[in-house]
């Protein structure tokens, strides 16, 4: 079987009697899990019932509830003081911080635009391909929510 690289989050497996399937690449979260699971041949593949796909994404929505009432929490009880003038010591700690919370959250919102996309792009592939962009956008905007809050915090 031979790989070609479309681009960095999917690529085309040609198999040897030459039909092309389409891989999606994902790093591993409860978001990304329940999306895979919204797609028909994994409904068929894992012998899930409609009622195992609506409990994976119901517990989805309870997870971004929980995350972004985190993100608030946060935001509101930060004691938000315009502070210019800080020790060069904590620039540069802060400056670093922000810069690890930016390349951990970049993947996980990376792959939320990827699962939008690709539930745009091939909606047949899903029972319920609404529901597979809801999940995209819950990983995505969690994380963007994550950086702003950190960034206005710091």
């Not at 989805?60 to 060069?88: E, H, P, W």
């Not at 699962?115 to 609404?130: C, G, Q």
């Amino acid at each position: 079987m031979k790989t070609i690289e479309i681009n960095p989050d999917t690529t085309v497996e040609v198999k040897e009697d030459g039909t092309k399937v389409k891989v999606l690449k994902l790093t591993a979260s409860y978001y990304t899990a329940a999306y895979m699971a919204m797609m028909k041949t994994s409904k068929s593949k894992l012998k899930m019932k409609e009622a195992d796909q609506a409990d994976l994404f119901y517990r989805s929505c309870f997870l971004f509830t929980i995350q972004i009432m985190f993100n608030v929490v946060i935001f509101m009880y930060a004691g938000l003081k315009v502070n210019f003038t800080r020790d060069t010591e904590v620039n540069f700690a802060l400056f670093f911080t922000v810069l690890l919370l930016h390349l951990t959250c970049l993947p996980t919102a990376r792959d939320g635009l990827t699962m939008m996309k690709y539930a745009l792009i091939n909606p047949d592939e899903f029972n319920h391909p609404l529901s597979a962009f809801i999940l995209g956008f819950f990983g995505f905007s969690t994380m963007i929510l994550a950086e702003f809050v950190n960034i206005v915090n710091s």
